[in-house]
């Protein structure tokens, strides 16, 4: 806790200050986060240098190992993108579903949000006017160009109002109920966009004939591709691209993370754990959850971003609602609640549809051209997967321990062995579990006590009335 | 009430009286739940409310906490109004904001956040009070950082407080029964309230435990200043503790005044033990 050892100047210049003698002071906290947990620093260290190195390995290696030797599923760059897209949007729908507990079937209207954001914002689709702003496109191209790191920021905003917009009238709704308005909205979404190809709007300075904003079917391309320093970082980039995604997943990461640690992580908690509860603590819970789901959209907005500038295109047809229920597969098969069970849900989960399966196939196809092809059983098999998930692990692959805890929901005398497997209570110990079952008796015994209610006069004459 | 619309805020702080309830009436469809009940509670009291099941109790708790709006009546405290009228529609101040004014509770049926550790539990309790926004918390900003670091030793204080030093890092639910009871009255404690609402905090206690929350509830009083309205089904805590005790029968109060003058009340002794007992 280096917070804790050197007092903080409050401010911006403070916090630069704080910021910067913690850079310098990295080996040291690493150093101690070593002593604290080695064997969990180390492991984490060893996949974020594999991680950092895999594009580089991938193409000087994996996939000539991979042609000439022996066929492996390697992924390709463009795989290892979309890994990081669909990391990101893992990691923002658990701020909904896992973190408050808001089971959100529509969050690829998000995604959809921030795509046709980079697709207005960075194309030369609107082509009647020339807007180029920071941009590597020449002055007076046809079209608005803004940069990608506008971009970035400008799809957060959309997709969190969006988010405020459909929450603010639904949250009020709890269970089910939200599911199913969330779902609707995650439909309704894409079909606007698909829809608003040829509209004729005439309202006030507003002249809209036969006007094409979203491109229809065909959706918008092509849309500028990311630009730093003179590299542009789109599809052809393969190995740059890869690396912007992990720049934007590990930002995604530290947000989610830092958010969790938070007064605002604690009241989500507190609100899927017990709503009626969190409110009487003073929890604002309709605005703590407005902002649950307004951040949550941020983050797809971000995924939506970084896919259309990446690919250069976007359709309506890439926001399906098989995307919404593969995000969610992503965070429920990951461990729904904790941040790298998620992640490694969606890492998974991509590797396993884009480069696995496919892979498969082609084997198959090798010993015979008759066996069918498993790609085109994907969502087949993530729903088997998901059903023999719930069955023997429902807390997913790294579960979040609160999470899992409720979900193997026992009686409190095993929770408490539970808990002391776990090292949990290892103070409260076996003392505790004797105490526990007293207390229970305790209350048995109580209730029925309640009954007769404990007053002078003659005892057990006419006992107290039963209400309501 | 007055035709005239009642001000969103504040009279004037009743210098006695922290709670001042007036023909507070709540009706569910036919059933009238409270009826025109006046109640008070006076500043640095122990006020208890019984009655038998079904009486209106929790009811009446409820309006105050701002999760029931009541049909009819007024409810102040400490010079806010907690129900306004605008119209012939009554509102209550949302649970949230009622807490943020000062009145804490419990919950008869332990409502902890189970997963939750306890530390964490009181720094739940602690939200109102802590003021960093969410880009503080992306940004983890000094004042940020500095205001958790409250948070966590202002929780430690509490633990200790309600005698649960050393086990902040043990989930909630894994926590022997009676220390939950204390877990909850620890968080309320963290809303900094002024008026402390406790629904039945010895339910399902033994005698020394119920002895030992009994004289936890009455140094909390004197330690924090507080005001403390009770809702106890054991008569001994209720006639042990209070200084005022209300009877509700039928959503109406049949009784009111010290706990020897309610002991003594024939139609206390009518309500809890029916016609025949009291007419011996």
């Known amino acids: 806790m280096s917070a804790s050892s050197r007092p903080i100047q409050p401010g911006i210049v403070g916090w630069l200050t704080h910021l910067v003698s913690s850079a310098l002071n990295l080996p040291g906290a690493y150093r101690r986060e070593l002593e604290r947990r080695r064997g969990r620093t180390l492991a984490m260290t060893i996949l974020a240098v594999f991680a950092m190195a895999y594009p580089v390995l991938n193409r000087l290696y994996f996939q000539p190992f991979s042609r000439n030797v022996f066929p492996l599923p390697f992924p390709e760059d463009a795989v290892v993108t979309f890994m990081m897209i669909f990391g990101i949007m893992a990691i923002g729908l658990n701020i909904v579903a896992g ?189 703590t959850k407005l902002l649950a789901f307004g951040l949550g959209a941020s983050f797809a907005g971000v995924a939506g971003v970084f896919q259309a500038s990446y690919q250069g295109l976007t359709t309506s047809d890439f926001f399906t609602f098989a995307t919404s229920i593969l995000v969610l597969i992503m965070v429920i098969l990951g461990g729904i609640g904790n941040i790298w069970g998620v992640l490694v849900g969606a890492l998974v989960l991509v590797f396993v549809d884009k480069t696995f399966l496919p892979w498969l196939g082609l084997r198959f196809t090798e010993i015979s051209p008759d066996l069918p092809n498993p790609s085109q059983f994907n969502f087949l098999i993530f729903g088997v997967l998901l059903v023999a998930m719930m069955r023997f692990r429902p807390e997913g692959f790294i579960p979040s321990r609160q999470r899992a805890a409720e979900l193997h929901h026992a009686p409190p005398g095993q929770a408490i062995g539970a808990a002391a497997t776990m090292g949990d209570a290892a103070i409260a110990g076996e003392e505790a579990v004797e105490e526990l079952a007293a207390e229970q008796e305790a209350i048995a015994t109580a209730d029925e006590a309640a009954e007769v209610i404990d007053i002078e006069g003659p005892p057990g004459d006419a006992p107290g009335r039963a209400g309501t | 009430m007055a035709a005239a619309p009642v001000p969103r805020t504040g009279t004037q702080p009743d210098a006695d009286l922290l709670v001042k309830a007036r023909h507070v009436t709540k009706k569910f469809g036919g059933l009238t739940a409270v009826n025109a009940v006046d109640f008070d509670i006076p500043r640095g009291s122990i006020v208890s409310l019984i009655g038998p099941n079904g009486a209106g109790k929790t009811t009446f708790f409820n309006m105050i906490t701002g999760a029931y709006t009541p049909t009819a009546g007024t409810i102040t405290f400490d010079g806010h109004h907690l129900v306004t009228q605008s119209g012939n529609r009554m509102r209550s101040l949302k649970p949230h904001a009622v807490t943020e004014l000062g009145i804490g509770r419990t919950f008869q049926n332990i409502r902890l956040f189970g997963t939750m550790s306890a530390l964490d539990n009181i720094r739940v309790g602690l939200h109102v009070h802590l003021k960093s926004h969410w880009w503080d918390a992306v940004l983890r900003l000094p004042s940020m950082r500095a205001e958790e670091e409250y948070s966590i030793q202002r929780g430690e204080e509490l633990l200790e407080l309600v005698g649960l030093e050393g086990r902040g890092n043990i989930w909630a639910r894994n926590l022997p029964y009676g220390d939950q009871r204390r877990l909850e009255i620890g968080r309320a404690l963290a809303t900094n309230p002024k008026l402390l609402l406790l629904d039945e905090p010895t339910a399902g206690m033994n005698s020394s435990e119920t002895a030992e929350m009994t004289a936890f509830i009455r140094s909390l009083r004197t330690r924090l200043n507080l005001s403390v309205l009770l809702i106890e089904h054991d008569m001994r805590v209720v006639m042990g503790i209070s200084d005022r005790v209300t009877v509700l029968d039928y959503g109406e109060v049949i009784a009111e005044g010290s706990p020897a003058e309610v002991r003594a009340n024939p139609r206390v002794v009518e309500a809890y033990l029916g016609r025949g007992a009291a007419s011996n």
Request: cysteine-free; proline content about 5%; overall charge neutral.
């Open chain 1, 99 to 287: 973190f408050a507990g808001l089971l959100d079937l529509g969050y690829v209207a998000f995604y959809a949000f921030g795509a046709y954001t980079a697709a207005f914002l960075a194309s030369p689709h609107f082509g009647s006017v020339s807007v180029v702003l920071f941009s590597n496109t020449i002055q007076g191209f046809p079209g608005i160009h803004f940069p990608f790191w506008m971009l970035v920021p400008l799809a957060m905003i959309t997709a969190a109002t969006f988010g405020v917009l459909l929450g603010a009238p639904t949250l009020r709704l709890r269970g089910d109920y939200l599911a199913i308005v969330t779902l609707g909205f995650g439909e309704i979404v894409p079909v606007v966009f698909k829809n608003l190809a040829a509209v004729n709007f005439d309202f006030g300075p507003i002249h809209l004939v036969n006007a094409n904003l979203t491109g229809g079917n065909l959706g918008i391309n092509p849309i500028d591709a990311p630009h730093f320093f003179g590299i542009k970082f789109g599809s052809s980039s393969g190995i740059a691209a890869v690396y912007l995604g992990m720049i934007l997943l590990v930002g995604a990461i530290l947000t989610a993370r830092n958010l969790e640690r938070s007064r605002m992580g604690r009241a989500w908690i507190a609100i899927r754990e017990d709503e009626v509860a969190a409110e009487m603590m003073g929890i604002n819970t309709v605005r």
